[in-house]
């Protein structure tokens, strides 16, 4: 049966009881085409009306303005007979629901499969829990018109591609251009033109359009992860954050530190300009997702890790993000071990190089903490969470405290050579005692250089 005579034979039948049939031919997909592009391909070259094609792809005669996830996805597999997949490889990697699926427990996954293959139930971006991230539940479609111009050069129908419609989506890869969102509710399938569409607004300096170049491939490459390790996300955030020297545990998390971090980075400012085009998350949104029990929405991971990692090289960042999504880390001298060390994780008692460099050139804890930048109770907890670097501080502080009193008392003894031992130890008294506790034989070789007033004890018998 052909979505025509399916809309000519059964115009007024309640929705509740459409009954899809297979079609005689499915078209295939367009490589990282999305099931609404797919949709919409198919309305244009065989549908009737919006509702026609609604019913008898999904069993909605509204299913056109569901465009994250239409509902009814098991009506979509009986009428393309199953070739083009399950509905659970269609929520992953034909909709926009892929974007969030790494980070979902098995008891939501099971929510948002049965979610998007009722009609009657609740619907997918309450499944994913959207509305109560706060971070905008609908997504607007977007395109680029410049691969819409490529591919009707090529004779291809242009479609709406997956990549473009995940939360993540502002730059084309290919032509670093813009992407053009669609204004308004969309009640209809067929493809608009650009006269109903709207660009986003253009990066201000070349380092927000690295920042939005490197959040595309982060959201591309969420895309293709199956499951994200939390725990290990957590993990890889908290070093490097203790890399820049803004926290040591989670608990020593200082929010107005963090927050003031990312609102400098340049993904946050572009995003803070266009409040009406990228919802920022709102209060201590960071030490949620760190402490917190729940994944978080996973842009607002990318936004951390994009300020994070905006400085790197792509690859270097890309490749850094991977490991902490799929669970391989490096720990590093003072992180948490876990009980049961897995077999890819490695141990590296390395500290970051800037960090050493200060504590090197610095005499003092304040002098090392205003290299860094940070207090002086920050500087102790790097020492702390370093042990190597702890004992290298503390032998170069008890040497520089040597050296610096046998130089006051040689200083003295040279400016009043006749000075005997009593004034000696009167005049450097703090060097006195601190010599006597920590370098007796230091102390006992100065004094040895001042003849005695006192002779040697006779002997009674």
């Not at 050296?403 to 000696?424: I, K, V, Y």
């Not at 007033?453 to 002997?459: F, L």
Request: proline share 7%.
């Amino acid at each position: 049966m052909s979505p025509r005579e399916f809309g000519r034979l059964n115009p007024c039948m309640p929705q509740g009881s459409v009954t899809a049939a297979p079609l005689g031919f499915v078209p295939a997909w367009v490589d990282g085409e999305s099931i609404y592009g797919w949709a919409s391909r198919f309305h244009r070259l065989y549908g009737t009306s919006e509702k026609g094609t609604g019913l008898f792809l999904f069993g909605r005669s509204h299913a056109c303005r569901l465009r994250d996830a239409p509902s009814g996805l098991d009506r979509f597999c009986l009428a393309t007979a199953g070739v083009l997949g399950d509905a659970e490889s269609l929520l992953r990697f034909r909709t926009p629901v892929g974007f969030f699926w790494p980070l979902l427990s098995t008891m939501n996954r099971d929510r948002v499969i049965q979610a998007s293959m009722s009609t009657a139930g609740i619907r997918v971006p309450m499944a994913l829990g959207l509305p109560a991230a706060r971070m905008g539940s609908v997504h607007p479609l977007a395109r680029c018109t410049e691969c819409d111009l490529l591919s009707r050069r090529n004779d291809v129908v242009p479609t709406w591609m997956l990549s473009f419609q995940i939360p993540s989506a502002w730059l084309c890869p290919i032509h670093r251009r813009p992407l053009a969102q669609l204004r308004g509710l969309r009640n209809y399938w067929e493809y608009p033109d650009t006269a109903s569409t709207v660009e986003l607004p253009s990066p201000a300096s070349p380092l927000e359009e690295s920042a939005l170049a490197l959040l595309a491939e982060q959201g591309r490459l969420l895309l293709q992860t199956s499951h994200a390790d939390i725990l290990a996300l957590r993990h890889a955030t908290l070093h490097l954050l203790r890399g820049i020297g803004l926290c040591a545990t989670y608990k020593r998390l200082s929010e107005r530190r963090v927050q003031k971090f990312f609102d400098v980075s340049p993904i946050a400012q572009l995003f803070g300009r266009h409040p009406e085009t990228k919802r920022l998350p709102r209060g201590a949104w960071i030490p949620d997702l760190l402490r917190g029990r729940a994944a978080g929405h996973p842009l607002k991971w990318l936004l951390l890790w994009n300020a994070l990692t905006w400085e790197m090289r792509t690859d270097v960042a890309i490749s850094t993000f991977a490991d902490a999504l799929n669970g391989v880390n490096s720990l590093c001298m003072g992180d948490q071990l876990p009980l049961w060390e897995a077999d890819h994780i490695s141990v590296s008692p390395t500290v970051p190089f800037f960090v050493k460099k200060a504590f090197d050139e610095s005499e003092t804890l304040h002098d090392a903490a205003c290299a860094l930048g940070i207090t002086s109770g920050a500087a102790r907890r790097w020492l702390e969470d370093y042990p190597d670097l702890l004992h290298e501080w503390k032998e170069k502080r008890f040497e520089s405290r040597l050296q610096r009193a046998r130089r006051n008392l040689n200083n003295a003894l040279t400016a009043n050579p006749e000075l005997d031992r009593a004034g000696l130890l009167r005049l450097c008294r703090a060097d006195d005692e601190w010599l006597r506790r920590h370098s007796p034989r230091t102390m006992r070789a100065i004094l040895d250089r001042i003849p005695s007033s006192i002779g040697p004890q006779m002997a009674l018998f």
